[in-house]
């Protein structure tokens, strides 16, 4: 399969929102994604993006995503958050998302960043056995704290 990695233009958008949506399918949630077309081309292409993406074409067609952005730790300096990595199912089990995370960690080492980090649901197995694969560490200790736009 003829896979191409590239960094996302604002024409892939839409495309780019669309597997956004598909995954809050997979992960249970189809009704969380709230953020609209416009929020997510100011957010990603704008002069003052916060974001970036990598996407994988297959014949001019998106077929996976990893959306990054830049943080940092007061331990450790610049980090990176990888947000999602998305591969449409159809197209999974064909090395994509390997492709996909290798790239954004060449990324990562270009950037020079301390920690490369992302979550995981717990019930994810398959993505857990990825990740652990490619010599990840999940780390038990550590929980995720959020407020949500009503709470703050």
């Known amino acids: 399969m003829n896979i191409h990695i590239q960094k996302a233009e604002e024409k892939h958008a839409s495309e780019i929102l669309e597997l956004i949506k598909e995954l809050a399918v997979f992960e249970r949630e189809p009704d969380a994604v709230e953020v609209t ?82 979550n995981v649901l717990d019930w994810n197995q398959p993505a857990i056995d990825f990740y652990l694969k490619k010599d990840a560490d999940i780390l038990k200790e550590w929980l995720l704290v959020r407020m949500d736009r009503e709470k703050i």
């Open 37 to 118: 077309l416009e929020e997510f081309i100011r957010d990603g292409f704008s002069e003052n993006k916060i974001f970036d993406t990598l996407i994988a074409l297959h014949e001019s067609k998106v077929v996976g995503i990893s959306l990054y952005f830049f943080k940092y730790s007061t331990w450790k300096g610049k980090t990176m958050h990888l947000e999602d990595l998305i591969v449409t199912e159809k197209y999974r089990g064909n090395g994509i998302g390997e492709q996909l995370l290798n790239t954004t960690r060449q990324i990562a080492r270009k950037e020079q960043v301390a920690r490369l980090e992302w």
